[in-house]
């Protein structure tokens, strides 16, 4: 049973990709659309990286976690070396944890 539904879900998962790529040529988008489709992609990129600093699990992840993202966000809007954006974000949040924050 597992291995029919792994199966089921593979050919579901290619026969969409495949659908892109067939129907590319006979689908328009409205120019609207098109503006808004770039847009959509930053909104969940957006929305992944905000649940992923905020949650743990099911739970509020603390004060430390979004603490050290909002370090780094800083860091990296104004344009700090990569390296030193990721450090510097655990380093805070090891630090407010090391102070006894959760």
């Given amino acids: 049973m597992l291995i029919a539904a792994i199966i ?3 050919a579901g ?3 969409i990709r495949l659908s892109g790529v067939l129907l590319r040529d006979r689908l328009e988008l409205s120019p609207a659309l098109q503006r808004l489709l770039p847009m959509a992609a930053a909104a969940l990129l957006a929305a992944l990286a905000g649940t992923a ?3 743990a699990g099911t739970e509020f992840s603390g004060v430390a976690r979004p603490a050290g993202v ?3 966000a800083l860091l990296a809007w104004r344009k700090a070396p990569f390296v030193l954006v990721v450090v ?3 380093a805070t949040a090891a630090l407010l944890r090391l102070a006894g924050l959760p």
């Fill in 8 to 10: 089921a879900l593979g």
């Fill in 13 to 15: 998962t290619y026969a």
């Fill in 53 to 55: 600093a905020l949650m």
């Fill in 70 to 72: 909002a370090v780094g």
């Fill in 88 to 90: 510097a974000a655990a």
